[in-house]
């Protein structure tokens, strides 16, 4: 079983900047894919950006369109953490935020579906 719990929400102006993290114990992987996904009042979960590692090749990252170039997501070199630097931010980036693992694929997964393990979520809220 995989446990993941994460933390860096909170309250930030328009433009301003959060850093979240996605701490992973339990049954790691040596080689797997985290991702991050958020929630909106009242909206579906929607996919935000995906990391995965097979310890032979770089990373593999993707992107929602929403999110690509103000927000990044990367590892630590134990690859038990997972961040999520988000620059830029806007109202619209307002938010519960959601770390999900699943095995490693090289192909994007970017259903919600698709991953077997959830956090319980951390709260950005990006004021006007």
């Known amino acids: 079983q995989v446990q993941l719990l994460e933390s860096g929400g909170g309250l930030v102006q328009a433009g301003g900047s959060l850093r979240l993290s996605c701490a992973a114990s339990?049954?790691?992987?040596?080689?797997?894919?985290m991702a991050w996904f958020r929630q909106a009042p009242g909206k579906e979960r929607e996919f935000i950006a995906r990391?995965?590692?097979?310890?032979?090749?770089?990373?593999?990252?993707t992107y929602a369109d929403s999110v690509k170039g103000r927000f990044t997501i990367s590892t630590d070199n134990a690859k038990n953490t997972v961040y999520l630097q988000m620059n830029s931010l806007k109202p619209e980036d307002t938010a519960v935020y959601y770390c999900a693992a699943k095995p490693f694929a090289v192909v994007p997964a970017t259903a919600k579906e698709d991953y077997n393990y959830w956090g319980q979520g951390t709260q950005v809220t990006v004021s006007s």
């Open positions: 990391i995965s590692w097979n310890g032979r090749t770089a990373d593999y990252t």
């Open positions: 339990g049954r790691t992987f040596s080689s797997s894919t």
